[in-house]
């Protein structure tokens, strides 16, 4: 069953790039039904896990956090927004407990990988293609910009795509127990994928891609340090190295972005901006309404009206307020400080077990890639967080099932604990059924 969870969740993650990005629901359609089938085989299987995990006290703060967004969306003002935020939070649990099965699957997991690489791939290639003619698109009539997206039709979310899809390949790639020849292809895709960050001039893309890149390196030296690998030497000299070229990355980027834009080459000037800032100070003014448990799904698009005013905000006006541009504060906005505070903690929890598990964790040969699954998760969990402080990029379905993927991969059972798993499934098909033995 994780073999068919994973092809379905491949098939799933497609469908959301090339048809689905973008803020109409209607488009998700046929990403949510092979999703679908995806969790309806991955649950068997994810039920037993259940029963030995020692994460209990985890899954079941998630299970509340996930609770309290779905009923807060599902009793909001306008139906039609919920409905499209359940929507969104089905596809952040489903691949969520889609990564749960496959972990620990070799050929589930080469799978998912394989499927995640040949679509970033795909999504470079528009990329260049687009460098060369701007006004291609793939598969829409028109994009949302100049700049170069892929099949999305914005470049902001085209790079949240890439910096995601990116470290999780290079974590498999450095990392993963995979063949020589695999982990070359895998890394050339890898750095293409952040390579193409560049070239979609999106700011906030391109500072989340460097955090999550430096975020990557630090996990993978702890890795190397752990398992003693020859490498670790040379790349522990290599750091600073990492570090300037991480930097000039950033710095370059924003300059470029800056010139594309006939904003100037002032680094300095990149955060000027003629309406984010204030979205976040009427997103504040919004809060204060209702401070606990928000004004319902996305209610910011229709609350900010009051408290828009030509005189101080001149041309912001002129922007269509729908989102915040934030996530955290449209967290806030719309499902309350009860709902960003339970969100904030459950990312909080993810990334200490991660971090715990990839500094401590005793490593089993036979289950070498958990390190690897939980450096990917991090590193691309916080080159996306990073940037979805500038854009709503976990308002569309490609980014919900990354992050859906990426907290999968951040909770991997420890590998100790896998093979008991395997050892008393195994015991259960000779032996006579007992009562499951729960890991604490």
């Known amino acids: 069953m994780s073999f068919i969870s994973s092809l379905f ?51 079941a703060f998630a ?4 609770g309290w967004f779905a009923w807060r969306a599902w009793t909001s003002p306008v139906w039609q927004l919920g409905e499209a935020d359940l929507m969104l939070l089905a596809g952040a ?7 749960r ?7 589930a997991e080469r799978i998912l990988l394989w499927g995640i690489a040949l679509l970033l791939l795909s999504n470079v290639w528009v990329i260049a293609k687009q460098v060369t003619d701007p006004s291609y ?31 999780i390949i290079a974590s498999a790639a450095l990392l993963g127990k995979h063949g020589y020849f695999i982990r070359i292809v895998w890394g050339v895709i890898a750095i293409s994928g952040l390579v193409a960050v560049y070239f979609t001039h999106s700011r906030g893309g391109i500072l989340g891609a ?11 030296l702890v890795v190397a340090k752990r398992h003693k690998s020859r490498w670790f030497a040379v790349s522990l000299i290599g750091l600073p190295l990492v570090i300037i070229a991480s930097s000039f990355f950033l710095l370059s980027g924003w300059e470029a972005s800056q010139k594309a834009r006939n904003a100037g080459a002032n680094v300095e000037s990149v955060l000027d901006n003629n309406y984010r800032l204030f979205f976040l100070g009427i997103a504040v003014s919004a809060i204060t309404q209702h401070p606990w448990i928000g004004g319902g799904s996305r209610s910011f698009s229709w609350e900010s009206f009051q408290f828009l005013e030509t005189t101080h905000q001149g041309t912001a006006v002129a922007v269509k307020p729908e989102q915040v541009h934030n996530e955290l504060v449209q967290a806030a906005t719309d499902y309350g ?45 916080a080159g996306m967080f990073v940037q979805s402080c500038f854009s709503f990029v976990f308002h569309l379905l490609p980014g919900t099932i990354l992050l859906g993927i990426c907290l999968g991969q951040m909770a991997r059972f420890s590998p100790d604990l896998e093979k008991s798993i395997r050892s008393s499934e195994q015991k259960s098909c000779s032996l006579p059924q007992q009562s499951p033995r729960f890991f604490y």
């Open 63 to 66: 299970t509340m956090v996930v």
């Open 210 to 220: 460097a955090i999550g890149c430096g975020v990557f390196a630090c996990c993978a």
């Open 93 to 99: 649990v489903g691949a969520f407990i889609s990564i």
């Open 9 to 59: 969740l491949i098939i799933a993650l497609g469908l959301a790039v090339v048809i689905g990005p973008q803020t109409r629901p209607w488009s998700w359609g046929p990403a949510m039904l092979a999703l679908g089938i995806s969790v309806a085989a991955a649950l068997p299987k994810f039920w037993r896990k259940t029963k030995y995990v020692a994460d209990f006290w985890l899954l």
């Open 101 to 107: 099965t496959i972990e620990g699957n070799k050929m």
């Open 137 to 167: 698109s793939p598969l829409f009539k028109a994009r949302a910009g100049a700049f170069p997206s892929g099949f999305y039709a914005h470049y902001n979310e085209a790079a949240n795509y890439l910096i995601a899809s990116s470290l």
């Open 337 to 381: 400080i009860i709902g960003a505070g339970l969100l904030i903690g459950l990312l909080g929890a993810l990334t200490i077990i991660a971090i715990i598990r990839i500094l401590f964790q005793k490593e089993i040969e036979e289950l070498s890639s958990a390190d690897a699954w939980r450096a990917a998760g991090l590193a691309a969990l």
